[in-house]
């Protein structure tokens, strides 16, 4: 059986356990555990798939990439070397050398896009820290609990700057746009975000809003950037384009559903979002269904950061009761499906098969 087979097969597999878990909220915690252990069997390979046919690219890219993240300065070579430690599976820049090999061949300038995208990237985490007051980072100590708000700053600048260096070299003004676009549209979508905590509706518009200007901003960057990279047509990047705005939507909403679990893999508590003042997609689902006024007096509580951890875990149970996270789920599942209808009916089929791949792998991933 092919990997695309397996791939259809898997979807069917987990449609088939979504729809029972619809039918029997009751059951959620147990039709969850299904859910992993069937997802973990069947997708143990998955990134292998997805980076064989970019794995001499992407080792390629890493040594670009460790290389960009070292410093003369003690103190600035320090904070960077714990970035560079802690770096994850590096997803955006396997879609950049993905989306080039689809349209084409991966050159200098693909390599530099991925390395300004991936740059831009850690540096709006670091950021994003700050602004958001966060001790954790993928498990572990983020860089302004390390050092300090004004060390975190500067670091995160000194990243930004070094990514438009390698925006530069990539030769290409229209990656360089795309880079300067994405700096923009992630500093907007945080600032959204921000003044959308004294918003009394429950808009899910706004929450998707946040969305394409962050997350899937970044996606949709990457993919496009992989495209332009080897002039691809016109058509091919608007789809490629599109194709990692989907993913990203479908990442982001994977992300928003962790929330309302414990897991240590994840490396944040249950609710942690909405210790931070956010309401995400399960719980706008059920405040704009429900009529119970004191569940909407709660949720304002929290966007105002004045609910007590007691009132945000009653706030968690009722959402997860009310179909918040099938809702979630389902939502997830049709941007997924809009993902895979936007691969070109030609091209290389191990190409086409590690992006299915790693479309499923950002909606069944642990963590």
């Known amino acids: 059986m092919s990997a695309y087979a397996s791939s259809r097969n898997s979807l069917s597999i987990r449609v088939k356990i979504l729809s029972f878990q619809c039918k029997s909220t009751k059951k959620y915690r147990i039709t969850c555990f299904i859910i992993t252990f069937v997802l973990k069997l069947i997708f143990m390979n998955s990134l292998e798939l997805i980076r064989k046919p970019v794995e001499s690219e992407l080792t390629e890219f890493k040594s670009l990439f460790d290389a960009s993240l070292q410093s003369d300065t003690p103190l600035l070579d320090n904070v960077l070397s714990y970035i560079r430690k802690r770096n994850g599976k590096m997803m955006r820049p396997i879609l950049v050398l993905l989306m080039a090999k689809l349209y084409g061949s991966v050159c200098e300038a693909t390599l530099h896009a991925a390395l300004s995208l991936e740059l831009l990237h850690t540096a709006s985490l670091v950021h994003d820290d700050v602004v958001d007051e966060s001790d954790k980072r993928r498990g572990q100590s983020s860089v302004n609990a390390l050092y300090d708000n004004k060390v975190s700053v500067l670091v995160g600048d000194f990243m930004l700057a070094t990514s438009l260096a390698h925006a530069a070299k990539t030769n290409h003004i229209e990656l360089v746009k795309l880079v300067a676009r994405l700096g923009q549209n992630l500093s907007e979508g945080e600032i959204i975000q921000l003044a959308n ?139 997924r499906d809009k993902a895979i209808e936007l691969l070109p009916a030609s091209g290389d089929k191990a190409i086409k098969e590690s992006l299915i791949a790693y479309v499923d792998y950002v909606i069944q991933r642990d963590k």
């Open 197 to 335: 905590t004294s918003n009394r509706e429950f808009s899910e518009e706004i929450y998707f809003d946040v969305i394409r200007k962050k997350t899937a901003a970044l996606f949709a960057a990457s993919a496009e950037s992989g495209a332009i990279s080897v002039d691809a047509a016109d058509k091919d990047v608007a789809d490629a384009t599109l194709f990692g705005e989907l993913i990203g939507i479908a990442f982001q909403i994977k992300d928003d559903i962790f929330d309302y679990f414990d897991s240590d893999a994840i490396g944040k508590p249950t609710g942690n979002d909405m210790l931070e003042g956010k309401l995400t997609l399960p719980a706008l689902y059920v405040l704009n269904k429900t009529t119970d006024s004191s569940v909407k007096e709660t949720a304002l509580r929290i966007r105002a950061l004045e609910a007590t951890k007691e009132e945000i875990s009653d706030f968690v149970s009722y959402v997860k009761e009310h179909g918040g996270i099938e809702y979630a789920c389902e939502t997830m599942m049709k941007y």
